[in-house]
């Protein structure tokens, strides 16, 4: 009987320790691009800051995006849990689940990003945009609903709606090719692509966004949740989020220093550094910040339902916005809440 039981624990005790060697460890997959305008996320790649507030036994899956439709559609396929983007396509994938797929958690950046125009283009004002070939990095981006916006404001349209500008989508290294090639004539773009444009492809600043924002302040990024995860990782969001909040205020205190590592990133990730002319440049049009900037979301948003992004109805956001986990890593730090 005695050699039975213990026959009996020693199968128990060997399936426990098959269980637990099988047990994959937690895993938090963060979107985001390789744009200055994602810096915390640079920068946590580049000094290992995520990796160091999650602790042993979490993997980081990181996952990089060109434009914000691109990580909407992943996180709707659960390919990704957390992710820096657009207001635009924030806005586009809570209105397209009916408000359930996700949340904004924090902010990311304030501003970063312009209307360049090539030199030789002709244009000097926004007339002289009819004929133009203008690009935006995707349709239905923050950057092609801000040209949408913008054309409509100074009676422009694109060819689609019956004018005469041609609006075309291409990746901000495409841009810079056909800029460079004279068969692109302005680009609405986020930074560093903004400030290369001008720097290595012979543009110049036609319009700088913050032009048209009270203050100069506009959400240039943000940070989602999927609500799943949201709900079942809270622990994870909240580590995230320290993290995030960390970064934020190193770049913002040790600006020499997060220039040099947000470049080393950038040359890791794309083989190719920034000149200290391009860097500068793009850095003094954003700022960093976990403030979501939400009333300038809004205004986004009301911009994309009227160039026809968000379906005939105007949309319900109040539930847009989860800032409870960041608020709480504020006030562990001490600082004031984010309304």
Known sequence: MKAALAVLLGILAGAASGAHAQAKPSVIRIGYFV???????????????????MGPGVTIEWRAFTAGPSAIEALF???IDVSYVGPNPTVTGYVRSQGEALR???????????????NGSGIQKPVDFHGKKVASPQMGNSQDVALRAWMRANNLKSRDKGGDV????????????????????????????????????GGRIFLDERDL?????????????????????????????????ELTNWINQHPVEAKQLLNQQLQKETRKALSSEVLND????MR????????????????????????????????????????SVLAERKASPIP
Not at 282 to 285: D, F, I, K, L, Q
């Open 282 to 285: 793009a850095m003094a049009r």
């Open 213 to 245: 924002w009270p203050k100069g302040e506009f959400v240039g990024a943000d940070v989602i949740a999927s609500t799943r995860f949201l709900r079942e990782h809270a622990d994870l969001v909240k580590k995230f989020l320290q993290a995030h909040v």
């Open 77 to 79: 396929a659960n390919a």
């Open 104 to 118: 904004v958690i924090a902010g990311a950046t304030s501003g970063g990003a312009a209307l360049v125009v090539r």
């Open 166 to 201: 041609q609006i075309v989508t291409l990746a901000n290294a495409d841009q810079l090719t056909l800029f460079l090639k004279g068969e692109l004539d302005a680009a609405w773009a986020p930074e560093p692509w903004a400030a290369r444009l001008v720097h290595e492809a």
């Open 35 to 53: 744009n200055l305008t994602h810096a915390q996320a640079l920068a946590g790649r580049a000094n290992g800051a995520f990796e160091k507030a």
């Open 288 to 327: 960093v910040t976990y403030d979501p900037l939400r009333a300038s979301m809004l205004t986004s948003a009301q911009r994309a339902f009227d160039e026809g992004f968000l379906g005939r109805k105007q949309p319900d956001l109040s539930g847009l916005y989860d800032l409870t986990i960041l608020n």
